[in-house]
C-alpha cells in the first residue's frame, strides 16, 4: 500500500483513526469487514481516486485506528467514530460503502446522521445477530473469539479466508485476504465481534432514505445472496450479484465491483 500510506486523523474525542485516501472531489467512504483492515481497498482508492475523494478507513480496534473504549461497543459507537473522522477531514457529506461488517456500520451511521449520506452501497452486508437465540448469538461468538484466541490471527486468517473466496476470484484474492486478516488485532477483532453479536441492520436501516444499492457475491457462504436480497428489498434498493464471487466482491473482482458502483453513483449525483 505504499501508493496509499496510512494517514492518521484524531476525532474530537480524541480518537486516532487510521485512513488512506486518494484523489479530490466529492467524498466516498469505505469501510472494510470484521478480517480486514483499509489495505483492503487498493483498487478502489485507485480507480475511485481519478473522479473522488476516496477513502479507507480502519475500524476502531484496527490498523492505525485506537481502540473503543466498550469491551462489546455498540453499531453506534462505530458510527459516531466515522463521524469524528468525517469532522476531523472536514467532510460534511459523503457516499458509504461497506463490506460485511462495514455495511452494518454504515448503516448504523445512516441512522444517526442521514444528512451526511450522499448514497448507499452495502455489500455482502452482515445483518447482525441480535435477532437470533441467545445459544445461537452466543455459539457464534464464542467460535470467532476461540478462533483468534487458539489460532491467533495470522492461524485464524488461514482458517478462515478459504470460506471467503469464491470460484471465479481474481489470481491472488486469497493470498490478498489472508494477508491482511493475519494483521488484525484481537482486542479489536473481539469487540467487532461482540458488535455483530448485538447488531441489527434491519433496525439500523428503518426509515433509510439515501440512494442505495446492495451488492454481494454469488457464492458468498458468509451472507449469502438471500439474506443481501432482504436487506435491499426492506429499503427498496437495486440487488446486484456478481456471479462467480465471494464475500469480498471488492477484492476478488474489483474491475466488476468498481463498475458497478461507479454506475450507481453516477446514478445518484453523487460525481466529483
Known sequence: MGEFPLKTATTAAGLAIGY??????????????????????????????????AIAWDAPGYGGSGDLDPLAPAASDYAEALAGLLDALGIARAALV?????????????????????????????????????????????QRLDDVAELGPAGMAEKR???????????????????????????GYGQAARMLSLGDIFAELAGCRAP????????????????????????GARFEPIEGIGHLPYLEAPERFNALVAAFLAEAAVAA
Do not use: Y
Not at 212 to 235: F, M, Q, S, W, Y
Open 212 to 235: 442505495a444499492l446492495v451488492v454481494c457475491g454469488a457464492e458468498d457462504r458468509v451472507t449469502p445472496p438471500e439474506g443481501n436480497r432482504k436487506i435491499a428489498a426492506a429499503i
Open 20 to 53: 488512506r485516501e486518494a484523489g479530490a472531489g466529492a467524498a466516498l467512504l469505505f469501510l472494510h469487514g470484521i478480517g480486514s483492515s483499509s489495505e483492503g481497498w487498493a483498487a478502489q482508492l485507485a480507480h475511485f481516486g481519478r473522479t473522488h475523494r
Open 98 to 142: 461497506g463490506n460485511s461488517l462495514g455495511a452494518l456500520m454504515a448503516a448504523a451511521f445512516v441512522r444517526r446522521h442521514p444528512a451526511r449520506v450522499a448514497a448507499l452501497v452495502l455489500s455482502d452486508a452482515a445483518a447482525g445477530h441480535r435477532t437470533l437465540s441467545e445459544e445461537d448469538r452466543n455459539e457464534k461468538l464464542m
Open 161 to 187: 479466508t478459504a470460506k471467503l473466496i469464491g470460484p471465479k476470484a481474481a489470481p491472488g484474492a486469497r493470498q490478498a485476504a489472508q494477508r491482511v486478516m493475519s494483521k488484525i488485532r484481537p482486542k
